[in-house]
T-cell receptor, first 108, second 115 residues
Framework: KNEVEQSPQNLTAQEGEFITINCSYS?????LHWLQQHPGGGIVSLFM???GKKKHGRLIATINIQEKHSSLHITASHPRDSAVYIC??????????FGSGTQLTVLP | SAVISQKPSRDICQRGTSLTIQCQVD?????MFWYRQQPGQSLTLIAT?????????ESGFVIDKFPISRPNLTFSTLTVSNMSPEDSSIYLC????????????FGQGTRLTVV
C-alpha cells in the first residue's frame, strides 16, 4: 500500500511570496496528481506528472522519481490561491492514494 | 477533459434517512469512483462503480450502507443509507476517460451534514 505524506500541513503566506508544498510517496507510481480543493469541497485537478516538470501560469509542479518526491510551487502568491492542496499517487492498481492535504492561506 | 456534474452540492439530512448523490459526465468514461472525505481527513475510496454490474467496495464499506448504481458509461449514483451524524462528510465522484486513463477528473463534491 502506498503511503503519501504531505508537508506542511498548514501554510500561511503573505501575498507575493513564493510557496512550496512537498509530497513524498513510498512505492513506485505511474503518475502523481496535484489537486486543489476549495472550501465548498469541489476538487480541481492542477497537474498530472509522471516525470520532470510542468508549468501552468504561476503554478509549477516537479517530480523526482528516484527520490519518490514531488513539489508544487506557487510564484507570486495571491489570496485567491488560498485553498487545500492535495497530492495523490496513482499506483500499479490504478487507484489513487491521497495525501492529507496542505491548507494554504495567503494574506493580502 | 471530462466535465462532471455532481448533485446535490450540499444537503442537511435527518438521521435515519437516505440521500442519493448523482454524478453525470459529459463523455463516456471507463472508470467512475466514489470517495468520502470526513472532516479534517484525506479522501478515502468507497467503491468503484462498474457499468452494468455490482460496484467493487473497499474494505470498511458495504453495499447495504452505500448502494451504488451505474446504468451506463456517463452516469452513477451513490446512496448514503440510514444516515447517522458520523456520515457527515464530503462525497466526491471521480472519473477516468477512456482515452486518457491516467488522468483523473473530480466532481464538485456533495457536502452532507446529518443532524
Amino acid at each position: 500500500k502506498n503511503e503519501v505524506e504531505q508537508s506542511p500541513q498548514n501554510l500561511t503566506a503573505q501575498e507575493g511570496e513564493f510557496i512550496t508544498i512537498n509530497c513524498s510517496y513510498s512505492v513506485g507510481i505511474s503518475a502523481l496528481h496535484w489537486l486543489q480543493q476549495h472550501p465548498g469541497g469541489g476538487i480541481v485537478s492542477l497537474f498530472m506528472l509522471s516525470s520532470g516538470k510542468k508549468k501552468h501560469g504561476r503554478l509549477i509542479a516537479t517530480i523526482n522519481i528516484q527520490e519518490k518526491h514531488s513539489s508544487l510551487h506557487i510564484t507570486a502568491s495571491h489570496p485567491r490561491d488560498s485553498a487545500v492542496y492535495i497530492c495523490a499517487a496513482r499506483g500499479s492498481a490504478r487507484q489513487l492514494t491521497f495525501g492529507s492535504g496542505t491548507q494554504l492561506t495567503v494574506l493580502p | 477533459s471530462a466535465v462532471i456534474s455532481q448533485k446535490p452540492s450540499r444537503d442537511i439530512c435527518q438521521r435515519g434517512t437516505s440521500l442519493t448523490i448523482q454524478c453525470q459526465v459529459d463523455s463516456q468514461v471507463t472508470m467512475m469512483f466514489w470517495y468520502r472525505q470526513q472532516p479534517g481527513q484525506s479522501l478515502t475510496l468507497i467503491a468503484t462503480a462498474n457499468q452494468g454490474s455490482e460496484a467493487t467496495y473497499e474494505s470498511g464499506f458495504v453495499i447495504d450502507k452505500f448502494p451504488i448504481s451505474r446504468p451506463n458509461l456517463t452516469f452513477s449514483t451513490l446512496t448514503v443509507s440510514n444516515m447517522s451524524p458520523e456520515d457527515s462528510s464530503i462525497y466526491l465522484c471521480s472519473v477516468e476517460e477512456a482515452r486518457r486513463r491516467t488522468e483523473a477528473f473530480f466532481g464538485q463534491g456533495t457536502r452532507l451534514t446529518v443532524v
